[in-house]
């Protein structure tokens, strides 16, 4: 019991470490949540070296497909990190759905 407290702790002190060199470097960490054959909000302010985190809520598998640039499969129930490596302006949909579109805005 003593070790998986004091494993939790060091994982919790690990993880505030992470956020705290993220928010020194300027990253940030967003989630885009996809539900009922639709992705949530995009993210404004978008930065390269910041991350995006798809969380399929759905009962479907969906991706994040920008055509080129990136490819995130998000099976039901699932989360994916995405470190933003490029500014630009990418539209992308869901290649199983291709009516769900969305556009990630990034700046250098």
Do not use: E
Not at 5 to 26: E, I, K, M, N, P
Not at 41 to 57: C, K, Q, T, Y
Not at 58 to 71: C, K
């Amino acid at each position: 019991m003593i070790r998986a407290v004091a494993f939790a702790a060091a994982s919790v002190a690990a993880l505030l470490a992470t956020d705290a060199a993220q928010a020194r470097q300027g990253q940030r960490s967003a989630t885009v949540t996809v539900d009922k054959l639709a992705f949530g909000a995009i993210p404004a302010n978008l930065r390269v070296g910041d991350s995006i985190v798809w969380a399929n809520r759905d009962i479907f598998r969906h991706s994040a497909t920008a055509a080129g640039h990136f490819d995130v499969d998000l099976p039901p129930g699932t989360r994916r990190r995405m470190v933003l490596r490029r500014a630009g302006a990418f539209t992308f949909m869901c290649k199983y759905h291709p009516g769900m579109k969305g556009m990630l805005k990034v700046s250098p």
